[in-house]
C-alpha cells in the first residue's frame, strides 16, 4: 500500500490549504482515512479522521475549521484547512486503517509540511 500525499505549503495565519492523498496497490478492504500532524518537539496527533460509514472525527483544535472528506471509489482523502494558525505548523501525514496483502493496519504516507506565519 503506497499513499501519496500532496498540498502542502507556506500560507499566512488566517489563510486556507487543501490536502489531498491519493491511496494505491491491492487494498482488501479500508475501514478509514485519516489526516495526523506531528509539530517540532511533539508527538503525532489525529487532526481528522473518516471512517466506517462516513462518521467523522476531528481534533478539539480544528473543529469548525477543517473538513476531511472522502471518495470511497478513487480511494482518496482530503483536508480542508481553513483560517489557519500558526500552531498548525506541522508536518501531515496521510494514513490509511485497512487490509492489504500485508495485513490489517494501519498504512502511513511520506508526510506534507505545511507551515503557518503569524
Known amino acids: 500500500v503506497q499513499l501519496q500525499a500532496s498540498g502542502g505549503g507556506w500560507v499566512q495565519a488566517g489563510g486556507s490549504l487543501r490536502l489531498s492523498c491519493a491511496a494505491s496497490g491491492t487494498i482488501f478492504s479500508i475501514d478509514a482515512m485519516a489526516w495526523y500532524r506531528q509539530a517540532p518537539g511533539k508527538q503525532r496527533e489525529l487532526v481528522a479522521q473518516?471512517?466506517?460509514?462516513?462518521?467523522?472525527e476531528y481534533a478539539d483544535s480544528v473543529k469548525g475549521r477543517f473538513t476531511i472528506s472522502r471518495d470511497y471509489a478513487k480511494k482518496t482523502v482530503s483536508l480542508e484547512m481553513e483560517s489557519l494558525k500558526p500552531e498548525d505548523t506541522a508536518v501531515y501525514y496521510c494514513?490509511?486503517?485497512?487490509?492489504?496483502?500485508?495485513?490489517?493496519?494501519?498504512?502511513w504516507g511520506q508526510g506534507t509540511l505545511v507551515t503557518v506565519s503569524s
Open positions: 473518516h471512517g466506517v460509514g462516513g462518521r467523522t
Open positions: 494514513a490509511l486503517l485497512g487490509l492489504s496483502r500485508q495485513g490489517y493496519q494501519n498504512y
